[in-house]
Nanobody, 123 residues
């Protein structure tokens, strides 16, 4: 079973920075696309940024130039560097990964989600 464990959330003032991490664990053979999503109260979950195995990235327009997504394939870890944070960035941030891993039913490719980490931007 694959688990994604996020860390790095917290409370920060407008203009501040945070770095989120997401570590994947389990008997993993390959991780393909990885991404960060967020969900604010009363809103739908939305894609923040995604990164392919080769490093190609894409970002939501609202975070371009402020957020940077990266990954360490050797450590099965995803990062999100968030700079110039705004109150509208307040949300629960979720890690997502497309993974081939060993499970009780054999080797399977599935999409996994982390439990989420809260980011609050407020003065």
């Amino acid at each position: 079973q694959v688990q994604l464990l996020e860390s790095g959330g917290g409370l920060v003032q407008p203009g501040g920075s945070l770095r989120l991490s997401c570590a994947a664990s389990g008997i993993i053979f390959s991780i393909y696309a990885m991404g960060w999503y967020r969900q604010a109260p009363g809103k739908q979950r939305e894609l923040v940024a995604a990164i392919q195995t080769g490093g190609t990235t894409n970002y939501a327009d609202s975070v371009k130039g402020r957020f940077t997504i990266s990954r360490d394939n050797a450590k099965n870890t995803l990062y999100l560097q968030m700079n110039s944070l705004k109150p509208e960035d307040t949300a629960v941030y979720y890690c997502n990964a497309d993974v081939t891993a060993s499970s009780s039913s054999g080797v399977r490719r599935n999409t996994y989600w982390g439990q989420g980490t809260q980011v609050a931007v407020s003065s």
